[in-house]
T-cell receptor, first 113, second 113 residues
Framework: AQSVTQLGSHVSVSEGALVLLRCNYSSSVPPYLFWYVQYPNQGLQLLLKYTSAATLVKGINGFEAEFKKSETSFHLTKPSAHMSDAAEYFCAVSDGSYDKVIFGPGTSLSVIP | DADVTQTPRNRITKTGKRIMLECSQTKGHDRMYWYRQDPGLGLRLIYYSFDVKDINKGEISDGYSVSRQAQAKFSLSLESAIPNQTALYFC????????????FGPGTRLTVL
């Protein structure tokens, strides 16, 4: 069965610092991988996704993630944090069978002025 | 206008009451989903539907039922609400042509007293 782990339920960074949110997955087949962001009182929205094209995926708001098959990881990064990046971030995996998507537990990002 | 809408946005009810949460979408997607979100647990799938005649249980369907009234409408019911069903509920849609990307509604915050 597929699963997703996100190391760190809460991450705090200073404004302007590097953002690194970790995601590891387990999947028996080449996966589709996603990062979603949830701002307060809103639903989730897609940040970026990997679908077996380029391993480095660029998303909205300056975020990017790199698919590393050998490490079964899909970590999310942003070079310079902005106050508006404070939100909950969810990593998700699908096996591409169009069945369902499995979400990780989420990481809450705080940005300190 | 939002592509995926949910009503109500907030609801407080008492143990034993029947509750219906409604979801409508204008994206034209066949696939619709209901999730619940609890702190530290991420999103867990309650039910999903791949078309009007196709309804499937997710990982936590006990205590819930659904109805797919039309391609655009997917309702979630709690026949007899209990306090541990207090959570944030999200409806989502997806299109296989977009690699399982999910589009979420704004959520319904349900409190069962």
């Amino acid at each position: 069965a597929q699963s997703v782990t996100q190391l760190g339920s809460h991450v705090s960074v200073s404004e302007g610092a590097l953002v690194l949110l970790r995601c590891n997955y387990s999947s028996s087949v080449p996966p589709y991988l996603f990062w979603y962001v949830q701002y307060p009182n809103q639903g989730l929205q897609l940040l970026l996704k990997y679908t077996s094209a380029a391993t480095l995926v660029k998303g909205i708001n300056g975020f990017e993630a790199e698919f590393k098959k050998s490490e079964t990881s899909f970590h999310l990064t942003k070079p310079s944090a902005h106050m508006s990046d404070a939100a909950e971030y969810f990593c998700a995996v699908s096996d591409g069978s169009y069945d369902k998507v499995i979400f990780g537990p989420g990481t809450s990002l705080s940005v300190i002025p | 206008d939002a592509d995926v809408t949910q009503t109500p946005r907030n609801r407080i009810t008492k143990t034993g009451k029947r509750i219906m949460l409604e979801c409508s979408q204008t994206k034209g997607h066949d696939r619709m989903y209901w999730y619940r979100q609890d702190p530290g647990l991420g999103l867990r799938l309650i039910y999903y539907s791949f078309d009007v005649k196709d309804i499937n249980k997710g990982e936590i369907s006990d205590g819930y039922s659904v109805s797919r009234q039309a391609q655009a409408k997917f309702s979630l019911s709690l026949e007899s609400a209990i306090p541990n069903q207090t959570a944030l509920y999200f409806c989502a849609t997806s299109d296989p042509a977009s690699s399982d990307t999910q589009y979420f509604g704004p959520g319904t915050r349900l409190t069962v007293l």
